[in-house]
Structures are given as structure tokens and as C-alpha cells.
């Protein structure tokens, strides 16, 4: 499916069959000179050139950065998985015994990981994956949208449609590579591939849909229906390297990066500002040590009794773990990285309270450094990876400690009531936020006063949608089977898509202003707020 204005790669002449997929930009026509010598760091430069990726030194990456200064954002963890994406990738590449393999699944650039590290993010809404959870709930149900809301589909449809930083009039123009690496999830919400890998009998990492929202469609995914000729564009020649539904090579070293960033970053984090106590993270750790044999006996039931007892949780761990990577976990190489993370988490770092001191941050240096040397290190590929993992993974112990510092910040840090106390307000302020906005967008007397990139929003949608409806209108179908038919319908649908659009676009500070103006309580002279 094409729209107006949107591109498809163009021929690149004598360039050989299997390197041409990896240079082809979605326009080759007349742009901007990139400064860069080749068209990756081309697409990199165009990344970082975004007000997309400017904005996201305003966003969460866990909690709200404002007042603190201390914790990380959507900026700098996209900074620092760039890094260790690229340091992933030079490791593979130097290692002569893997380049026929890297090959033959299609290539890992480091200049590819790069990018798409840095633009992996782009898409994510105002207060990080709270935001995400509200805007989906929104986009299905008040505004009837089958794609709902992703931060990695939206982040696909930023530097393919939203973005006009490009040669052309919609998206950055980014090379084939770089698009593909960027899909995590290299699938639509519902439609896309056939058979859709929800329906294995194995489903890949976010493929399944959420217990809690069954006949929803996939937990996670990586383009809506409206990117949808972007993505079979930009798979074209790896989807004969590798399955339609597995990640690139440079995607999977993306991902790897990302989960390293965030088990390590996230936990400094909150060790600085003093949320991360050392007591009741030795006590789980220490006590499921301790008691392991007598935890492993009790059924699930027994088991669920005992939810206040040191050492429950990380036993719970360990059950989702089979349960869910059977073809990975191991009992003892478990038990190994509980220990690990307490010597060097629990007893080292945490044992001494962050005070700003010299030391105190020289002891952060160390810890990330160290568990970023020992994660890199371990990553390895495969050429037959389970559905579960991509051909890039990391080895056997390193996933395993990867799990248990993953755990730590969830048990110690996401699950904390005080934290769902301030998060219920953001939720409610960005679903007010959307009420707001699509009552200003109803009100026929304020049309002509609608913020100009709302309007341009709900044009661009509106196209697309008409589209849809007219050559692919099984793609607007619903979870729950409906189909939108009319003039009305497929409008309706625009603006809902506009709406949840815009508000993905604003940093937290600018949804919380936004809200304040629209409700009539800012004191703020109206010349001075930001331009919409």
C-alpha cells in the first residue's frame, strides 16, 4: 500500500544484489547533503538532527527526571545503548570466525546498530512505559483505532512518516538497514505476516498476546498498519535471510544493548537518589540463597502464601523463568548469578549509601563499567536461535544475571506503592490531556484555531486511512471484528491517530503545561507558551 508522499527505494544501478537492500534509501532523488561519508552515518546524523530525538531529554525513562537532575531519560539511555550496541557490534565483527555467518544473515554495521539505537526510542510518549499503557488503552477504546498505541511502532512511524526532516515531505528517508534494524518486533498488532506469530506454538519475545487482554493481538510490535508497506519494504531482502518474524542481526544487538542499558543504568539510578536500600534487597536475595531447597518444595500455592517472606519473589522468578525460557534457564547458573548480583550489587555498591562523594561515584564507574565489560562480553550468535531469542544473545550466565539486576529494580523499585501512587496522576493527567484535545477537534466553532500540526495530523491520518479502507480495509478490523465503514468512520479514526500522534510528541513537561493551559489554570501569558 503507497500513500501521498510516501517513498519507496529506487534502483542503485551496478550495486550487487546483496549489498543493495543495505544502502537503498526510501528516496534517491535530490535532499539535504548528508555530512557523513556513508549512508548509515548519514541516517545516524539525521537521527540526532530530529526534534523527535531532542525531545527526549524531556522524557521518562523510568520515573520524572524534573527537579533531580540525577536520574537517567530517554536521551541519555538512548546514548549509552548506542554505545554498547556499537561495542557489540565492532566485538562481533572482529571475530574473522563469524564474519561468513553475520554475512549470510544479512550483515552487522556498526554504524546500522548505531542508528537504530538512537532512534529506538523516539516514539515513546510522555512519562515512558506508563504512558504507553495509557495512550494504548485510549487509542482502542475511545478512539476505536485495532492498532492501538506502541512506543516501537511509533517510533517506526516517526522516522518513516511523522518526521519531515528528510529529502521529502514525510520521514527521514533512512536506508533499508537501518529501518529493519529499528523493528524489534517485526510485526504488525493483528495482520502482518501470515500466519501472525502469536499463533505459533511457540511465540517470539512479545509476540503472545497479554493475558490480561486476550484477542487484543500482540503484546508488542513494531509497526502499525499504516506503515505497513514501509515495513515489507525494509524486510524485503532479509526476510530470505531470515524469518519473517525474527529480528535482523543488527536489531538483535539493538535489543541485547537495550536490555543491558537498563539493568544496569536504571539501578544506579535509584541507588543515587537513595530509593535502592541495601536491606531489603540482601534480605530477598540472601534469604532465597539460604532457603532455596525449602522454597523449591512448596507447589504454587504453598508458595503464594508465603508473599511476605524474603526470598518469595526471586522463587517466583525462577518459576516464570521455566516456564517462559525453558530452553535457556538453569537451576545452578541461577543460583550463581543471585550470588554474583548480591557480592557486587548488594554487598559493594549498596552496602555504602550514595553521598555525591568522590568515591561514591567512583564506585558507580566501576560497577557499570565492569557489568558492561562482563555483558558484552558474553554476547554470541547463533545460526538456528529458538523462537525466543535472536541470532544475537547473550550467554547462558550473563542472561541469567541480566533476569535477577532486572528483578531488583522491578521487585525493589516499579512495584514500590508510592511509585503507583504518583503514577495514577500522570496517567490521569495524559488521559485528560486526550479528552481535552479531541473536544477542542469536535468543536466546530474552534476548527479554524485547531494547533496547525494537530490539523497536519489529522490530514496525514485521514489519507492513510481513506487508503486502507479503500485496497486493504480487512487491516482496520478490530480485536473484537468490527470494521469501519463511511465517510465519518474512517474521519473518526484520523483523528484519534492525530490525538494520540500529538500528545506521543510532547516531553512530559509540555503534556503537564498543555493540560494547565487547556483547563484554564496556567498564569502563564499565552504568547509564552510553547508552540503547538
Not at 221 to 238: I, N
Not at 273 to 301: K, N
Not at 465 to 478: E, K, Q, V
Request: glycine share 8%.
Amino acid at each position: 500500500m503507497k500513500f501521498p508522499g510516501r517513498r519507496t527505494s529506487t534502483s542503485l544501478g551496478a550495486m550487487p544484489d546483496h549489498l543493495r537492500h543495505r544502502e537503498s534509501r526510501r528516496d534517491a532523488g535530490p535532499g539535504p547533503v548528508d555530512l557523513a561519508a556513508t549512508p548509515f552515518r548519514g541516517d545516524r546524523d539525521r537521527i540526532v538532527a530530529s526534534p523527535f530525538f531532542a525531545r527526549l531529554g524531556g522524557v521518562t525513562q523510568v520515573v520524572s527526571a524534573s527537579g533531580s537532575g540525577l536520574l537517567h531519560n530517554r536521551l541519555t539511555h538512548s546514548l549509552k545503548v548506542a554505545q554498547i550496541a556499537r561495542a557489540i557490534a565492532e566485538r562481533l565483527i572482529s571475530n574473522p570466525e563469524l564474519a561468513p555467518l553475520l554475512e549470510d544473515l544479512g550483515g552487522c554495521d556498526p554504524d546500522v546498530v548505531e542508528a537504530a539505537s538512537l532512534a529506538h526510542d523516539l516514539g515513546h510518549p510522555p512519562f515512558g512505559h506508563l504512558g504507553e499503557q495509557v495512550l494504548d488503552r485510549l487509542a482502542r477504546h475511545r478512539f476505536g483505532l485495532p492498532d492501538g498505541f506502541e512506543g516501537n511502532a511509533q517510533s517506526f512511524r516517526i522516522i518513516t512518516t511523522t518526521d519531515t526532516r528528510g529529502p521529502r515531505a514525510a520521514g527521514l528517508d533512512l536506508t533499508a538497514a537501518v529501518r529493519a534494524a529499528t523493528l524489534k518486533y517485526p510485526w504488525t498488532r493483528l495482520t502482518h505476516p501470515s500466519p501472525h506469530p502469536r499463533e505459533m506454538a511457540d511465540p517470539p519475545r512479545g509476540a503472545a498476546e497479554p493475558k490480561d487482554a486476550p484477542g487484543t493481538g500482540s503484546s508488542k510490535f513494531s509497526a502499525y498498519v499504516t506503515e505497513l508497506d514501509d515495513l515489507t519494504q525494509c524486510r524485503t531482502s532479509f526476510d530470505k535471510r531470515v524469518e519473517t518474524w525474527q529480528q535482523t542481526v543488527e536489531s538483535s544487538v539493538m535489543d541485547n544493548a537495550d536490555d543491558i542499558a537498563y539493568a544496569i543504568h536504571d539501578l544506579e539510578d535509584f541507588h543515587r537518589i537513595g530509593v535502592l536500600q541495601h536491606a531489603p534487597v540482601s534480605a530477598e536475595l540472601g534469604q532465597w540463597e539460604s532457603d532455596r531447597a525449602e522454597f523449591a518444595a512448596f507447589d504454587d500455592e504453598e508458595l503464594a502464601k508465603h508473599q511476605r517472606r524474603p526470598g518469595q519473589s526471586l522463587e517466583a522468578l525462577r518459576r516464570r523463568l521455566h516456564a517462559r525460557d525453558s530452553w535457556m534457564v538453569d537451576d545452578e547458573v541461577f543460583a550463581a548469578a543471585v550470588s554474583r548480583v548480591r557480592d557486587e550489587l548488594v554487598d559493594d555498591l549498596l552496602s555504602v549509601p550514595f553521598d555525591g562523594s568522590v568515591a561514591a561515584e567512583q564506585a558507580f564507574g566501576r560497577f557499570a563499567s565492569g557489568w558492561t565489560a562482563r555483558l558484552v562480553g558474553g554476547v554470541h550468535v547463533l545460526a538456528d536461535p529458538p523462537t525466543r531469542s535472536g541470532h544475537v544473545l547473550l550467554g547462558r550466565e550473563q542472561w541469567h544475571e541480566v533476569q535477577v539486576l532486572k528483578f531488583v529494580h522491578r521487585r525493589f523499585v516499579l512495584l514500590r506503592p508510592d511509585l503507583a501512587l504518583y503514577q495514577r496522576g500522570q496517567a490521569r493527567l495524559l488521559t485528560s490531556l486526550v479528552e481535552a484535545l479531541e473536544q477542542w477537534m469536535s468543536d466546530r466553532y474552534e476548527a479554524d484555531r485547531l494547533p496547525r500540526r494537530l490539523h497536519d495530523l489529522v490530514e496525514l491520518a485521514h489519507s492513510e486511512y481513506l487508503m486502507l479502507a479503500a485496497d486493504h480495509p480487512r487491516t482496520l478490523i478490530g480485536a473484537a471484528g468490527e470494521q469501519p465503514s463511511g465517510p465519518a468512520a474512517i474521519l473518526s479514526l484520523a483523528r484519534g491517530r492525530a490525538v494520540i500522534d500529538f500528545v506521543a510528541s510532547l516531553t512530559d513537561g509540555q503534556a503537564a503545561d498543555l493540560l494547565e493551559a487547556l483547563s484554564g489554570r496556567t498564569g502563564q501569558f499565552w504568547s509564552d507558551s510553547f508552540v503547538l
